[in-house]
């Protein structure tokens, strides 16, 4: 079992709905990540949040909102996805920022109509 | 962070031990090397990590050669949950540079594990 749980394993929704994806992880980890992996590829890094605050943003579209409301918890708001954007979102945490080995949980199967 | 080169996929038998290589021919002093593994329908696991020595751990070892330009894991074992992608990263630790704190995944390696 993941230390990392992340909900809802899957989802379904239009492209004009708002929805939000959710990660919890009560290992003491203060940095968390969020990575996407679109089917057959490997994992691609989207932001990371060191000590509640965002570090690295690579340059992800607006439509994707990230917010880490306190040391356990790591949202992703969506608004206004694309079709190419239906992808497994993974989260991830660990001790600190760029120091540990990082403990991903098994994501949220994202599809957008 | 160091480009690696994996072999696409590998076949091992059930018992026997799996060799999986990584070629990293540019990398530099202070960057580590790294495994994980995905499992179909999961997240990536860690599995070990190594700057120069060789590391053991319950999972694996690592072997990294001399002039670190390759290295090996090796599962001892392997079993028939064992079948997954296994990835060699090659990443930085020290705090300030551009990477820090950036997990870069290649292709990895499909490695298929049959009774």
């Known amino acids: 079992d993941t230390e990392v749980t992340q909900t809802p394993k899957h989802l379904v929704m239009g492209m004009t709905n708002k929805k939000s994806l959710k990660c919890e992880q009560h290992?003491?980890?203060?940095?968390m990540y969020w990575y996407k992996q679109k089917a057959k590829k490997p994992p691609e890094l989207m932001f990371v949040y060191s000590y509640e605050k965002l570090s690295i943003n690579e340059s992800v579209p607006s439509r994707f909102s990230p917010e880490c409301p306190n040391s356990s918890l790591l949202n992703l708001h969506l608004h206004a996805l694309q079709p190419e954007d239906s992808a497994l979102y993974l989260c991830?945490?660990?001790?600190?920022?760029?120091?540990?080995?990082?403990?991903f949980g098994d994501g949220t199967r994202l599809s957008i109509l | 962070d160091a480009k690696t080169t994996q072999p696409t996929s590998m076949d091992c038998a059930e018992g026997r031990a799996a060799n999986l290589p990584c070629n990293h021919s540019t990398i530099s002093g202070n960057e580590y090397v790294y495994w994980y593994r995905q499992i179909h329908s999961q997240g990536p696991q860690y599995i070990i990590h190594g700057l120069k020595n060789n590391e053991t751990n319950e999972m694996a070892s690592l072997i990294i050669t001399e002039d670190r330009k390759s290295s090996t894991l090796i599962l001892p074992h392997a079993t028939l949950r064992d079948t997954a992608v296994y990835y060699c990263i090659v990443r930085v630790n020290e705090a300030g540079g551009t990477s820090y704190g950036k997990l870069t995944f290649g292709q990895g390696t499909i490695l298929t594990v049959h009774p």
């Open positions: 991830a945490s660990s001790q600190v920022l760029g120091t540990q080995p990082q403990h």
């Open positions: 290992m003491g980890h203060r940095a």
